[in-house]
């Protein structure tokens, strides 16, 4: 009986232990996703600025390509100027809705 005595103060310290160092993770973890979800949400400006400034440009590359198809020869450099570069232009890119 007074070895079980002893032992009841180890396990319960040791109980504790894991208790607190689960909660320090826990908390830690909830730091990160928070500083990740404020992360996000500063960079959607951006992203939503540069799918515009994407979506306006490949729009203005498929109109020269609509002529450089027609014969235009400033066209034509333009195009090669921007493959020689490993841009891909898709010409059927419509304006996007207002």
Do not use: C, W, Y
């Not at 070895?3 to 319960?12: E, F, G, S």
């Not at 306006?56 to 109109?63: D, K, N, P, R, V």
């Amino acid at each position: 009986m007074r070895d079980m005595v002893r032992l009841d103060i180890p396990v319960a310290l040791v109980v504790l232990a894991f208790f607190l160092i689960t909660a320090f993770q826990t908390e830690q973890l909830v730091r990160e996703h928070n500083a990740l979800v404020a992360l996000r949400a500063a960079q959607e400006t951006g992203m939503t600025q540069a799918e515009k400034l994407r979506t306006t440009f490949q729009m203005l590359a498929g109109e020269t390509e609509k002529l450089a198809q027609a014969g235009d020869a400033g066209a034509k450099t333009v195009l090669d100027q921007l493959k020689s570069q490993g841009v891909t232009v898709h010409p059927g890119i419509t304006a996007p809705p207002p």
